[in-house]
């Protein structure tokens, strides 16, 4: 499951919050987002995205660690959003990504990240932007050993 592949991803109106903190929040900023999203009559049009600003794992985790990761959260959207202080409606770029999917808990992305790291560094490519989770299915509705999260990084 974890091979790396190079898709063109559209770009998509999304919306999303961001705030600094651990990535611990990164689950009840989706909820929020989401029921913020439905409370405006508007459709949820996919699965919830988080957009990683720091530029290395280690950068990630002493943020975390200081509690000040940057830490952004999206949903592509259909419909109109009134935005608040917290919560924005934009356009969420698109382009040439590598991806690559992992299966299993979320603290278990460590080793897909590596081999996306290592395909982009064989293959010539930089990473151009912040890398996205995409998670694909619900930690509520499937056990963690069946949770899909794809992870795109622009190239």
Not at 19 to 46: F, H, N, S, W
Not at 117 to 138: H, L, M, Q
């Amino acid at each position: 499951m974890e091979e790396v592949t190079v898709i063109e991803v559209p770009a998509m109106k999304v919306a999303g919050m961001r705030k600094r903190g651990k990535y611990a929040q990164i689950a009840d900023m989706i909820t929020a987002v989401y029921q913020y999203i439905l409370e405006q009559g508007a459709r949820p049009t996919g699965p919830p995205i988080y957009i990683g600003h720091e530029d290395s794992e280690e950068a990630a985790m002493a943020a975390n660690e200081a509690g000040n990761a940057d830490i952004e959260v999206a949903a592509p959207v259909a419909g109109e959003i009134v935005e608040t202080d917290e919560i924005k409606s934009y356009e969420l770029p698109g382009g040439k990504m590598a991806k690559i999917t992992h299966k299993g808990p979320y603290q278990g992305c460590a080793n897909a990240y590596q081999k996306l790291f290592v395909w982009v560094a064989e293959n010539s490519k930089r990473i151009t932007g912040p890398i996205r989770e995409v998670y694909i299915n619900d930690p509520g509705e499937v056990s963690e050993e069946e949770l899909l999260t794809e992870i795109y990084a622009p190239i």
